[in-house]
């Protein structure tokens, strides 16, 4: 599953396949949520640093949607809100559950991701916070 939450709103767009996340699935998110915007606001997409993310063919059409890809250092998943949420979707659906049949546990993380505006909102609400922690003075020592 592929998905990207507006920062603001908490909109939540989702590709769902069986599969590997390629390139084509990232244009496929890209289209969806251009669709979705209100043509005023330009879009920044933050993502990490997988090579699939970063190929000629997502580039370009980020470029074509007019849709800007912001790429995070590396080893930083806590500063992408989607990252965020995959975490209490596995927090969720499958810490200490068994799922005989991957129907179901396919139907537990749509059934999750679902209740994110209604039984998860307090959670998710304090989870999804673009207040993050800054420094001003940061010192750094040789060791």
């Known amino acids: 599953m592929l998905g990207a939450i ?25 289209v969806k949520i251009a669709m979705s915007r209100n ?26 949607l007019g849709i800007e890809l912001l790429f995070l250092p590396p080893y ?5 809100l989607i990252e965020r949420l995959w975490k209490f979707v596995k927090k969720e659906v499958l810490y200490g559950k068994y799922y005989d049949q991957f129907d179901k546990f396919q139907a537990a993380i749509t059934s999750c991701l679902n209740q994110t505006e209604t039984r998860h909102k307090k959670a998710l609400d304090s989870l999804l916070t673009l207040k993050f922690q800054t420094f001003a003075e940061t010192k750094v020592i040789a060791l």
Do not use: F, H
């Open 6 to 30: 507006n920062a603001v709103s908490k909109e939540l767009v989702l590709v769902t396949n069986t599969s590997y996340i390629t390139s084509i699935q990232i244009c496929e998110m890209l």
């Open 39 to 64: 043509q005023a606001v330009p879009i920044t997409i933050v993502l990490d640093n997988a090579r699939y993310q970063r190929c000629k063919l997502v580039m370009t059409k980020a470029e074509e």
């Open 76 to 80: 930083s998943p806590n500063l992408n």
